[in-house]
DNA sequence: CGGATGATGTCACTTGGTGTCATGGAGCCT
DNA sequence: AGGCTCCATGACACCAAGTGACATCATCCG
C-alpha cells in the first residue's frame, strides 16, 4: 500500500490545466487546484514557485532543445541559420503536442499575467541561444540580436500556426516567416 | 487650507523609486509606499493597478512618440527605417532623462516580476509599432516582424547605453545595432 | 528491527489587492 | 451667505497568493 499517488506534480498539472480552462486562471484559486489533484494548497507551491508557473514547466525542456541544435547547426552556418535550425527542432516538439500547444496558448493570451510569464520564458530562451551563439564565436551585439530576431519569428509563427484556420505546418511558417524578416531588414 | 498635499501620484512615484532602490522592491511594502507619501495603501490601488505599475506609467507616452514617429517617416521609408526613426525619437527622450532612466533600470534588473512587466510594456510597444507600420500599408508579417526586431534593437541599445562605462549616445549605439542586426540577418 | 529520509499535511502569518461606506474641503448655484 | 454636490482620500473588512515551522508516517537502508 503507497502512502501517496503517484506523480503529484503531473496531477497538478493536469488539474490546472482543467480548471484554467473551465473556469479561467483568476476564477481558479490555487487551493481548488490541489483539491481537484487530491492535494494540499501548500504542496502545490513545493512543486511550482507560484500559480503561473504550474504551466510552464516545460519551458526547460525547450531551452535545451533550442541550445543544442544551436550547437549541432553545421560549421559553416550563420548566426541566423544556426537560429533557423533550432527553430525547426522546436517545430517538431510543438508538431506533435499540437492539441495540448493550442490549449495551453488559449489559456495564456486570455491572462496578462500569464502573457508576462510567457514573455520572460521566452526571453530567457533567446539568451541561452545567444549563449550558444557566442560558444560558436559570433560577438555579442551580432549573438544577441540573432537570437532575439529568431525567438520573434518562432512567437509570431507560433500565433499563426495555432490559428484554428490555419492549415499549414509550423515548419513552413516559420521558413516563410524567416524569409519575410530577412526581406525586412534587408534594405 | 488645502485639503491634500497636491500630485499624490507624483508623490507614490516619488518615494516608490527612492525605497526600492534603499531596500530593493521584494522589501518595501506598497503601506510603507503610501506612508512615506503621506497616503494610505487604498490611495496607492487607486493610482496604480499594483505595486508594480508605480515605475511604467510613463510607457504609454514612450508608445505615442513612437507611433507618430513611424507616421511621420518619409512616404518612400522601408519600414526598418520608419521603426529606425522612432527609434531615433526615443532615444532623445531617454537622454534628457538620463540619470531616472538607468536609476529605474538598475531596480528592474534586480527584480524578475519587473523584468516581466517591463517586457510586457515592450511587447506591447512593438505591436503598437506593427500597427503603425500596418496603417503605412505594410502586411502583416512583415510589419510585425520589422516592429519586434527593431524593438529588440532598442532594448539591446539601452541595455549598453545605461552600462556605467559607455560614453556614447543613445541613438548612435541604436544605428551599430541596427546596422549588426542587417548583417545579421542578410545571408 | 530501528533509525534516517523525504513527500505531504497543518497552521499561522505577511502582503497584495478589492469592495464598501464614511468624511470633509472645494467649487458651484441661487 | 447659505447650502449642495463632487470627489479624492481614509477606514475597515475581506480574499487569495505565498512562506516558514513543525508534525506525520510509509519506505528504504543498514
New interface residues.
Partial sequence: MTRWQPDAQGRLQQAALTLFDERGFDNTTVADIAAQAGLTKRTFFRHFADKREVLFSGSAQLVELFVSAVAAAPKSA????AVAAALSAGSEMFEERREFASRRQRIIVAN?EL???E??KL?SLAAAVATALHDRGFED??A???A??GI??F??SFE?WVDPTNRRTLDEIIH??LA????????
Fill in positions: 550563420a548566426p541566423l541559420d496578462p502573457q508576462e510569464r514573455l520572460i526571453s551585439p551580432a544577441i540580436l540573432a532575439e530576431a520573434a519569428v512567437r509570431v499563426r516563410e516567416s519575410e524578416l530577412r526581406a525586412v531588414t534587408s534594405t
